[in-house]
């Protein structure tokens, strides 16, 4: 996917881009710009995902209409919300959004239940998409209702602002860094309740955050930003693997899988996680044969090794091809790309590692894979 296919060469306005959100932004402030111009799906968690500083919430202000710089253009899901080349605006308030924050902010005077009640009457019970049954459900906030806001965990209050955004029945849902606010306990707390609404809700999502486990978890396209500049766009898998992106040099450079539960063995609590390229045993409570689980492999976590090795408190062994090498933010590590029938892999290994194996890109390799670093 290209990087900048917010709009043709010469200039002209992109086509609205049915299924798909449409966005070109040129940004200027003293000290900062942001050059951005993308095609996204229309569909799915979006992660605009980079370090402080690198735009993600100034390109996510622009989409909603809270900041209106000129000579943009956005569509989503073939709804053009700004053209400038034709006189194109529509106000925040017009646009059906819905806008999560770092800090919830509830109405410290209203109930749970009355908070919900003011975001759903903004929209028309007829145009209503989302209803408050069904908010509550999926955020898990049914015994909340009548609590105020001070009587809330940061992480109820959280899970009662994304019920509210629900509530406005949005046809485009922005999370800015929504767990930012909350502590690591907090953050597992509603983490899965985020899940809910990509697995439940065909509402496209773009999500900010600097937290690579959140992206792991939650993204199906992931768009890298640095300084003002989109670096990558593309699927959350393929990007997460390419070796020459500043999010693969970090300590938590790593790929994700998706794959289909075979088994679980009972006694040791493992699940055995079967993809393109063989199998991996996670740590797992009982879950059924079938079920599609998503898991992070770091690539601090994988070994490599010319064959498999049996003696060793390292459960899972993938047959692999060294592809790829690239330099790491050390000068005695590198970073290799492997494929294992497909499926691509991550390992941190050393230079000399790498020369007293012989390793060169085409030589077969078995990748060891620490099962407690895989995260279901």
């Not at 010469?10 to 086509?15: I, N, Q, R, T, Y």
């Amino acid at each position: 996917m290209s990087l900048h296919e917010g709009g043709p060469a010469d200039g002209s306005a992109p086509g609205p881009g049915e299924g798909a959100i449409v966005a070109r932004f040129a940004v200027d402030y003293p000290g900062f710009s942001l050059q951005a111009g993308l095609r996204l799906p229309g569909h799915g968690v979006t992660a605009l995902f980079g370090h402080s500083g690198s735009g993600k919430t100034t390109l996510l202000r622009a989409v909603a209409g809270l900041e209106h710089h000129r000579g943009g253009y956005l569509a989503v899901n073939g709804e053009v919300w700004q053209d400038d080349a034709r006189g194109v605006f529509v106000p925040t308030h017009r646009r059906p959004i819905g806008y999560v924050f770092q800090e919830a902010s509830l109405f410290a005077h209203l109930s749970v239940r009355a908070n919900l009640q003011f975001g759903q009457k903004r929209i028309a019970p007829a145009a209503r998409r989302v209803d408050l049954r069904q908010a509550v459900e999926l955020l898990g906030i049914g015994a909340l209702l009548e609590r105020h806001p001070d009587r809330l965990s940061g992480g109820e209050r959280q899970r009662v602002a994304i019920a509210r955004a629900l509530l406005t029945s949005p046809r485009l849902l922005l999370m800015d860094e929504p767990l930012a606010a909350l502590d690591l306990r907090r953050k597992r707390e509603i983490l899965p309740y985020i899940q809910r609404l990509h697995d439940e809700l065909d509402i496209p999502v773009l999500y900010v955050s600097h937290a690579p486990d959140e992206v792991a978890r939650l993204a199906d396209h992931l768009v890298l930003l640095d300084a003002g500049r989109v670096v990558a766009s593309g699927p959350l898998a393929q990007t997460m693997a390419r070796l020459d992106l500043p999010i693969a040099f970090g300590e938590d450079a790593g790929v994700v899988i998706e794959g289909t539960v075979r088994g679980h063995d009972a006694r040791y609590h493992l699940a055995e996680l079967s993809f393109p390229g063989g199998s991996v045993q996670v740590a797992h409570g009982p879950v059924a044969a079938g079920t599609r689980l998503r898991i992070q492999v770091r690539a601090r976590d994988v070994s490599l090794a010319l064959a498999p090795q049996e003696d060793s408190s390292i459960l899972n062994r993938l047959r692999a091809r060294y592809v790829a090498e690239a330099e790491a933010d050390t000068p005695a590590h590198l970073l290799v790309r492997l494929e294992a029938g497909g499926t691509p892999l991550l390992a941190r290994i050393t230079r000399r590692s790498r020369d007293l194996l012989g390793l060169a890109p085409g030589r077969e390799v078995w990748a060891h894979i620490k099962s407690v670093a895989l995260l279901a």
